[in-house]
């Protein structure tokens, strides 16, 4: 398996939302050599899907709070991870990430600033998953800006 994208987030929690938004996106494409998992609020519980198939680049997208305007996307860089505030689930992405190491030859963390967590997704959100949809599709990554 090439890619891997875990999409982690709460439906019903505004923009927290992102991640399931955007499993939702890429399930409809049907990409070639992409696995999409739409997580959820408990990405512990698809740890097992990851092992099997050991990709070799594991996307994990979540919203996160990075003092940004909202929607602005970012890959965090590991040694960021554990001192964001990410998200409404109840393992520590850090852990999570740590955890999967051993079956990902590539992990990468990208992160949507939020607006609000509550009701629907915002539209600057909304307009960025769109925007992240095309640029997984394409494989595009480097336009994605890293926080250092």
């Given amino acids: 398996m090439k890619y891997a994208i875990m999409c982690i987030g709460n439906r019903e929690g505004g923009d927290d939302s992102v991640g399931p938004y955007i499993a939702d996106k890429l399930k409809k494409i049907h990409l070639k050599n992409f696995l999409i998992i739409d997580c959820e609020t408990v990405p512990e519980n698809y ?8 990709p070799e680049n594991l996307f994990i997208i979540d919203a996160v709070e990075m003092g940004l305007t909202p929607g602005e996307t970012r890959i965090i860089s590991k040694d960021k991870i554990g001192i964001m505030h990410i998200s409404t689930h109840n393992i520590p992405l850090s852990v999570l990430i740590k955890y999967l190491e051993p079956y990902a030859s590539n992990i990468v963390l990208i992160g ?12 600057p959100v909304k307009k960025s998953a769109n925007k992240l949809v095309k640029i997984l599709r394409n494989a595009e990554l480097k336009k994605i800006e890293i926080i250092q």
Avoid at 49 to 54: A, G, P, S
């Fill in 47 to 54: 740890t097992s899907i990851v092992k099997n198939h050991k």
């Fill in 112 to 123: 949507i600033q939020p607006k609000k967590l509550s009701g629907k997704i915002t539209e």
